[in-house]
């Protein structure tokens, strides 16, 4: 089973196809190879390094929040 969780991206460097994205105050460098037309501020799915595409905000906060009540995350604040 594979698990990917919702980030909000922070930063993007276009010469490199790569991106900060945060998730709470955690922030990581993902690659941005597999998604088109992302901009800073939109929120991607991520899996292992890879950004694997882009959802809503309703969506990632609906999916943190699930997430929190399973125990599988702590709160985010967004």
């Known amino acids: ?10 930063d ?5 196809d790569m991106a900060t994205v945060a998730l709470g105050e955690v922030q990581k460098a993902i690659s941005l190879a597999l998604v088109e037309d992302v901009q800073v ?15 809503s905000e309703e ?12 125990g599988l995350i702590g709160e985010v604040a967004q």
């Not at 089973?1 to 922070?10: E, G, S, T």
């Not at 969506?59 to 399973?70: D, G, H, V």
């Open 41 to 55: 501020g939109d929120f991607v799915l991520i899996h292992v390094g890879y950004a694997l595409n882009k959802i």
């Open 59 to 70: 969506e990632a906060e609906q999916t943190l929040r699930i997430f929190a009540e399973a």
């Open 1 to 10: 089973m594979c698990l990917a969780l919702p980030a909000k991206v922070v």
């Open 12 to 16: 993007i460097d276009a010469a490199t």
